[in-house]
């Protein structure tokens, strides 16, 4: 790739190169649930930028994926958050951490806050603001953008305006002045990439082309309906409405629920139709299917762009780059011959090493097989989704209002462990148990609701002493990192 790349670097450099600190003008959207640590690392490391998608994230978990980029590239990269899709106490904390951990910048949406831009910029944050009017990219500017992100109604996901997005590119870069625009929307193409840069664009936003990558947090299914569908499939509709302002429109790959199979989208109940990270999921929820999703994919959200034409596999992020690259530089010849000049192979992939080829050395010396890892980290995961569904329930049972609220902190530190181990099980390539354990059913049973708090109580000191005891066992450091993190949560006085 490094041929291909040398080239693009020299031949599409641009403004927001030089602010963004990537090689090439190709930007990763901030795509909520999908665009997580590993696509950002992938995508910077092949000399682009990226944007964690962390729409509705709680602090510590962007705080967390904000390092775990760190740790695997030493290129800049941002955050997304979306004031309009997020409770608003529960914004300010996601701002508040973006400003600690010193992120390089922050990409909003849906709404213009000059006061939420003026505390980025005043800490040192570029501020980037993706529109979908003219109109609104003026009242980004005015409030202190410092680059516009000019969404066509081509676009995958939530979809700002009705604008195709070649008009409002050129549109939103007459009147931009010295602010870089990027283009998004519908760009999964060389042809797509020169088209943008040829009017005026600084760069090019992509998100469908790089959901469907090995990298991507997306589910396998979301994935290969992209690969499997076209343009024409793709329609803009407010069937997905759940956790977003009302008028929100989505462009999605058509399904049971857009062909009208489920009913009217805006009825008062709602099925569930899934779960993820012990959160159940509703059918008509913004929600999209992910890696650790279970239950009707069909019926869920398959964010798509226009450009689903263009992919025709799942690869990496990388060569989906490298790809988009070269037909780029086909379309823009060199005057002095040097596209001609021979390509070097790309290095060969080099494959992760089997998690449990060192099984029997670990066991030798110790250390837990990865069976017996897999083992532990699925009991947590039943012992934590029964905890998260405990502490819920107890949320509500409570009459004592401090003590209500110190239950839903512990509702959000189980979920936040769910998801922890999720991850882990995961990254270890496995799938993850889908059983709840039967501490909730045992809690239940229990009459006076303290005596229920001091079961549940009971439950964390054990959850504590499972993992006292397999701390010393394990190898892996990041997964001795994580699961520190998550005996922290769960120490008590009584532990």
Request: charged share 25%; hydrophobic share 45%; with cysteine.
């Amino acid at each position: 790739m490094q041929n291909v790349m040398d080239l693009a670097a020299s031949r599409f450099r641009t403004k927001a190169c030089d602010i963004l600190g990537c090689d090439v003008p190709i930007i990763l959207a901030g795509m909520g649930g999908v665009a997580r640590s590993e696509l950002v690392t992938a995508v910077s490391e092949a000399g682009g930028y990226g944007f964690l998608g962390m729409v509705r994230e709680s602090p510590r978990f962007i705080a967390r994926q904000i390092r775990e980029v760190r740790a695997g590239t030493k290129r800049e990269f941002g955050v997304n958050i979306i004031p309009a899709a997020t409770p608003p106490d529960l914004f300010r904390r996601q701002v508040d951490v973006c400003i600690e951990e010193h992120v390089h910048s922050v990409c909003l949406f849906w709404d213009v806050d000059k006061d939420v831009i003026s505390r980025l910029r005043d800490s040192g944050i570029l501020v980037v603001c993706q529109i979908g009017s003219v109109a609104e990219a003026k009242e980004a500017i005015d409030a202190g953008a410092q680059m516009l992100i000019a969404q066509g109604v081509e676009a995958g996901g939530h979809v700002r305006g009705q604008i195709a997005r070649a008009t409002l590119l050129r549109d939103t870069v007459a009147i931009a002045g010295d602010i870089p625009v990027l283009a998004a929307g519908g760009i999964a193409s060389g042809a797509d990439f020169v088209a943008a840069l040829d009017l005026g664009a600084s760069g090019a936003v992509l998100g469908t082309a790089l959901l469907a990558t090995k990298e991507s947090f997306a589910h396998d299914y979301h994935k290969q309906r992209i690969v499997d569908g076209s343009s024409v499939d793709t329609l803009r509709t407010q069937d997905f409405h759940i956790n977003w302002p009302e008028g929100a429109f989505v462009r999605v790959l058509k399904n049971s629920v857009t062909d009208g199979a489920h009913g009217d989208p805006f009825k008062k109940a709602f099925d569930v139709i899934g779960e993820d990270y012990g959160r159940s999921l509703y059918r008509f929820s913004t929600d999209s299917p992910l890696r650790t999703t279970t239950g009707d994919l069909e019926s869920m959200a398959i964010y798509a762009g226009k450009g689903t034409d263009a992919i025709h596999d799942v690869v990496s992020a990388a060569e989906r780059i490298e790809t988009i690259l070269k037909d780029a530089l086909a379309l823009r010849p060199a005057d002095d011959g040097a596209q001609h000049a021979e390509e070097q192979a790309p290095p060969p992939e080099l494959a992760s090493p089997s998690c449990s080829a060192s099984e029997g050395d670990d066991a030798y010396m110790g250390f837990l097989s990865h069976a017996e890892v897999i083992e532990l980290l699925n009991t947590l995961l039943e012992a934590e989704r029964a905890g998260a569904r405990s502490a819920a329930r107890l949320a509500v049972d409570l009459a004592d209002p401090k003590a209500r609220s110190e239950m839903k902190n512990l509702h959000a530190d189980e979920v936040f462990c769910c998801r922890l181990l999720l991850d882990e099980i995961v990254r270890l390539g496995e799938s993850p148990s889908q059983r709840t354990g039967d501490f909730y059913d045992k809690l239940m049973a229990i009459e006076p609701v303290a005596d229920r708090v001091a079961f549940l109580a009971k439950g964390q000191r054990w959850v504590a002493r499972k993992l006292r005891e397999a701390l010393p066992k394990i190898r892996s450091d990041q997964l001795h990192a994580r699961l520190s993190e998550m005996l922290v949560l769960h120490e008590t006085p009584e532990a």
